[in-house]
């Protein structure tokens, strides 16, 4: 890790809120393409999936599913349900950082791309109980059309309309339809 980067990281534990934010945006940034130092800070982002910190908990989520692209070794095929965890945390910010991030993962091979998609699907279908479902909803298909927008791939398309077309009340429907507007 470059000592750039590595000061943002420790950065990210600053007292200073405008440091932290800083360092968060410049880890966000670089880990859009791939990096060589995933794993000098993956075990650590991992413990921070669970830690009492609810900020800690979603820089986590949202590092380890930049650093899928950068996983040669396919870690996130073990660490996804710790990471997915996030995405249901009980501070619903939280919660939705990870949940918006979560396609990410999915860019970094079939395997991962199989195992989002069919965890966002499963969350779609059965989770109308959670609070803040329709949010959830809209986060999943975003995170979709995010992962078509990367990709082009027409299953993932089909996959989020089919989606869209289980949706019964038509509020909501046109709301998540209109992601999809210009695709």
């Known amino acids: 890790m470059d000592q750039t980067t590595q000061t ?17 945006d410049y880890i966000k940034a670089v880990t859009k393409e791939r990096v060589d130092w995933a794993y000098e800070v993956w075990d ?34 073990e660490d996804f349900s710790a990471v997915w965890e996030v995405t249901k945390d009980p501070k619903f910010v939280t919660a939705r950082h990870s949940l918006q991030s979560i396609w990410k993962v999915a860019i970094a091979g079939q395997e991962q791309k199989e ?7 499963d969350r779609f279908e059965n989770g109308t109980d959670e609070k803040n479902y329709t949010l959830i909803r809209f986060d999943i298909i975003q995170g979709l059309r995010n992962l078509y927008g990367e990709t082009n791939d027409e299953e993932v398309k089909q996959i989020a309309l089919d989606l869209i077309e289980k949706e019964i009340d038509p509020k909501y429907k046109k709301k998540y339809a209109s992601v999809w507007k210009k695709a």
Do not use: G
Request: charged letters at 30%; a neutral charge.
């Open 8 to 24: 943002h990281y420790e950065n990210l534990e600053a007292k200073n809120k405008d440091l932290q934010y800083e360092a968060f």
């Open 44 to 77: 650590q982002l991992k413990e921070w999936l669970t830690d009492p910190d609810n900020h800690r908990r979603s820089r986590a989520a949202q590092f380890l599913a930049n650093l899928a692209i950068s996983d040669p070794e396919k870690r996130m095929l």
């Open 115 to 121: 195992m989002v998609i069919k965890s966002l699907v």
